[in-house]
């Protein structure tokens, strides 16, 4: 009975540190302020985010970003603009929705997860275009979901 005890004992220890680890994410800025780790999430058009990524991001000329995400073994880099920031992001969190340069309107986006207190917020706020709330061309997230939208006419 011991023995069964113990090994329930480090099955929940086990469990507790694997749930921590998927709640921790990743995010760190270099001292001059142009390259910084946080997470990212594809979004294939007209779905639903897929799973969280590490990614290398670095601020480059032209109101542009290089985001690197790693997969197995290979690191695949290209280039991304922000198109928008959410109004109603989750508790401590800051979201940019980017789309990939050159433009293309079949390609996915991507989700930047950011804390809000973080020191490139100020940052990805001055590449985020200002958009009026009732914009019908803006593309903003919808308050109240984590669904990208266009925002219902005022009428």
């Avoid at 290979?74 to 959410?86: E, G």
Wanted: charged fraction near 25%.
């Amino acid at each position: 009975m011991e023995g069964f005890l113990w090994f329930l004992a480090a099955v929940v220890v086990c469990v507790s540190l694997f749930w921590l680890a998927y709640r921790i994410e990743p995010h760190w800025v270099a001292k001059d302020g142009v390259r910084f780790v946080t997470t990212a999430q594809l979004v294939e058009s007209g779905n639903t985010p897929g799973v969280r990524r590490e990614v290398r991001v670095a601020f480059v000329g032209d109101d542009q970003l290089m985001i690197a995400r790693r997969s197995m073994l290979r690191t695949k880099s290209s280039m991304w603009r922000v198109r928008a920031k959410a109004p109603t992001p989750p508790r401590g969190k800051e979201i940019y929705l980017c789309e990939p340069v050159p433009a293309d309107p079949m390609a996915s986006s991507l989700l930047l997860r950011v804390p809000k207190k973080s020191r490139v917020v100020a940052a990805l706020d001055a590449l985020a275009p200002v958009a009026a709330p009732y914009d019908p061309q803006a593309q903003l997230m919808q308050p109240g979901t984590r669904r990208w939208g266009r925002p219902a006419d005022p009428g």
